[in-house]
């Protein structure tokens, strides 16, 4: 069965002060009316049951994701005591979902980018469950057609094509992954974009729970057995200790380094979706697009001779802006941001500069 | 004797938001850590006793004032039903001084203007008080030397000079006033400064109540009945009534179109004290001075890359600034402004815009 494995436990520093350590991006409304994580699950409907959806948080995230999320099960809501990348999130999801389904097929995917339309990602989930039920040792992850030579992204080079699986509906192009690179220098990114051949790595993984345990077995034995005395521990009053014990203990690392670099049967699926990770606030323009003036206005906004401008507000919190030119506005109950937008990538230092002056009450 | 009375009516809708209809700039902090009209009010401390000082302000911020004020006896406090401009404002006070003391002095002056040090200032206006006590039927006003072509004020040409009072301990300079011109276009108030013996009108003024009500019983003798009409009914039950009734129906006008601008006998005190009207945000930066990184700042402030930047906020809200230039950042607990420096003088837009708009609650 195919079982949906969200991960929600990032941080998100780019949106401050919309964004708190509290609050993280993917709690946010931030490219339309619901929050990117309800959006997460609402594009599940008809492709995965609540009952099959887990979210892996943060520990101190799960109140705030519960009430985001009122039909997934408790059962489904996993807390994290501390952050460890992504291998340890998967493995542990892996592990909770073979307990009641060995045969488990699991849909990985962060609960922080802006997908659509839900009916070509159910689509591409559907053909990477068949390609794995065709090939159960096969690991399956997404790419996006590059637009810019983006240096934000990891890339996978596409090698020779695979056939589509019997029957599919899809006519998603499928290719084996010749390699999976870092996040380029811009030089470097544009040499891809020139070569052709090249995809953005979506974060998006889709493989049988049994296949990436024996990858982590085989990579990451230390991180495996952690994880193993978690799930041991799972149904039992000693659940919490040990999550926290074991945990804590293991090294922090992503999925992409842990196993799928070193993995040999990996495939990759052109999405047939538009995709967005939303990294920052010109991508929330983008996503809502500009009034008449050229602005993008969440919230009661007065613009005079104002153009370019992001601002996000509350519908009862006025802002008014005159004269204005790419320039960013953020206004938050107790703390207000204003950037030229050429700063836009420097939100980042905002939060470490809080944490430096020991200002903790805006984080 | 010598009175003080302070003409507290102001809008002050260039501090928007910060000023507000029911809070307009004489009753901010904008240039230190008391208010414009609590800074009025300490000035005249050694030169005038709070028992002789009258507050005339609008009947809907008395309240107010008479919380920034506890020293100045609720009888001081005048609360005008309407906004009529200066003359009727200064005729009622005449009247209302020369109740007590027909012979009273009364020393004018705006509550929202920035005059250092006190010393000078108490300097200048006894100079004034030497000179209507051996001149009773003189008015007597102050003049700023122009530091700039200023195109926002009215200017006092120069005329002969006027010995100083014998005795006087003031060696301010005295002119007859040649005549007064209304604010200037820029290229005629370059004009002014070029010829030079053009001042600046600062709007306060000492003459004695009895020779302004003569004046205005020559020129505005409708108004005046009306006042006198007021007056009566000050100390009974009527005084509302007849307040309201009669000053609302009394034309408008300032005492330099009504009076100054037709008397012969008016002298002009060139100013020994520093004179600041905080016309508008730079204003306040000139008064609070900048921080090393030529920010003005009032309030919580991270600013990164920001310079030339005006904040005001308050010590819990707080305000980040990245990669601002000449901009102005006025945060306030339901509105924010966000401008360029350059549109300073089109903050008053912004009001007339939220009228035209219905969003009054934030005016």
Same mark, same amino acid.
């Given at each position: ?41 609402? =594009? ?55 307990? *009641? ?14 997908? =659509? ?72 990114? =544009? ?109 009661? *906004? ?62």
């Amino acid at each position: 069965m195919l079982h949906a494995i969200v991960m929600a436990g990032g941080a998100g520093t780019r949106f401050w002060p919309a964004s708190r350590a509290a609050l993280p991006k993917q709690l946010l409304a931030l490219a339309g009316t619901k929050t990117l994580l309800e959006d997460t699950i609402d =594009r599940l409907d008809g492709l995965v049951p609540p009952d099959r959806t887990m979210v892996v948080t943060a520990a101190r995230l799960l109140a705030a994701v519960r009430q985001q999320l009122p039909l997934v099960p408790a059962s489904g809501l996993v807390g994290e005591p501390c952050k460890r990348d992504t291998a340890p999130c998967i493995g542990l999801a892996a592990l909770l979902v073979s307990r *009641h389904d060995p045969d488990a097929t699991m849909a990985v995917m962060p609960s922080d980018h802006v997908i =659509r339309p839900a009916e070509k990602f159910h689509e591409a989930i559907t053909l990477a469950a068949e390609i794995v039920a065709a090939s159960p040792g096969r690991l399956v992850t997404f790419g996006i057609p590059p637009t810019y030579p983006a240096e934000s992204f990891g890339y996978i080079q596409t090698g020779e094509p695979i056939a589509p699986p019997a029957g599919t509906a899809s006519s998603a192009k499928v290719h084996r992954v010749a390699s999976f690179k870092e996040k380029p220098a811009a030089s470097v990114a =544009r040499d891809y974009l020139a070569a052709g051949g090249y995809l953005w790595n979506a974060g998006i993984f889709v493989w049988k729970a049994r296949t990436i345990l024996d990858a982590l077995a085989a990579h990451e034995p230390e991180c495996l057995a952690r994880l193993e005395a978690i799930a041991a521990a799972w149904d039992t009053s000693r659940r919490d200790d040990v999550f926290a014990q074991e945990f804590s203990a293991i090294k922090g690392t992503s999925i992409d380094y842990a196993v799928l670099e070193k993995a040999t049967d990996v495939a990759v699926i052109e999405a047939p979706f538009s995709w967005d990770d939303l990294g920052g606030w010109s991508a929330v323009a983008r996503q809502r697009g500009v009034d008449g003036a050229g602005n993008t206005v969440v919230g009661r *906004h007065l613009g005079i001779d104002s153009t370019g401008t992001i601002v996000h507000s509350d519908d009862h919190h006025l802002v008014v802006t005159m004269g204005l030119e790419d320039m960013l506005v953020v206004h938050t109950s107790d703390a207000t941001l204003v950037a030229a937008r050429s700063h836009e990538e420097a939100v980042r230092k905002v939060v470490a500069e809080l944490e430096k002056r020991g200002w903790v009450e805006y984080l």
